[in-house]
């Protein structure tokens, strides 16, 4: 068995600040580093137990190099650095039997830990009219390849929306959200307890499907302002069908996912 671990670090126990998952952050910035790895060290360790031949772990945060290498366990590959076309799941394939997300929140405008959709400008996403979070799109892309995602780590809003996604999902909760910027936590020491035994849990189970979007697949994609919506139309095949929203139709859901990619890129950097 392989398993593929997409790790994000919002939703790492203990964070609730933008600083802490900024490299700008200094030295909570650092601190947040390690609790991240050993978060991500637990969810190999549960996964070896389980049975699992190889660990591959895609840092999936910010600028993609949080995880230090020296500090990841020593069975555990590492896939770092960005620009990657398939973000916070590249290097998923069809080798793989089954992902687990962790350390990761709750999608933008909801009343989740630091909640948001790839990046700021994006208000509301939705495939095919359903709203989705960057938990909802990475599974989808899971799905283009055959794995189902089987665990997913976080605050209380994100283990919402994941069972909301997939009925018999794993949720770990670390941290109960009470807002945008404060949790009520579990000790890290108990989070990775947890962590652990939620992976191994999760991959015994054997009744898990991966998630799949049905084609043609409709991006859409409301922005934080006029001039975000505009800079994002330039794209070629794009409709536009209000001053804040764009949307796209892929003839399958890679091809939507990357016009989303696209859209995000054009609207920040305008
Ligand atoms: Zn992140």
Redesign the pocket.
Known sequence: MRVYISA???GVAGVTAWEQ?EPGGGAEYSRCQRLMAAEINAAVHGALEAGAASVTVND???HMRNLLPEDLHPRALLISGTPKKLGMMEGIDRGFQAACFL?Y?ARAGSAGV?AHTIHDVVQRLEINGQEAG?LGLNALLAGCFGVPVVLVSGDTVLAGEARRLQRGIETVIVKEALNYHAARSLPPRLAREKIRLGVARALRKKDFRPLLAPAPVTVTIKFSDPARAAAAAIMPGSQQPDAVTVSYTGVDYLEAYQAARCFIALAKSN
Do not use: N, S
Request: hydrophobic share 35%; glycine share 18%; charged share 25%.
């Open positions: 994000d670090m919002e998952v999936a945060h910010g350390g929140h630091l960057e």
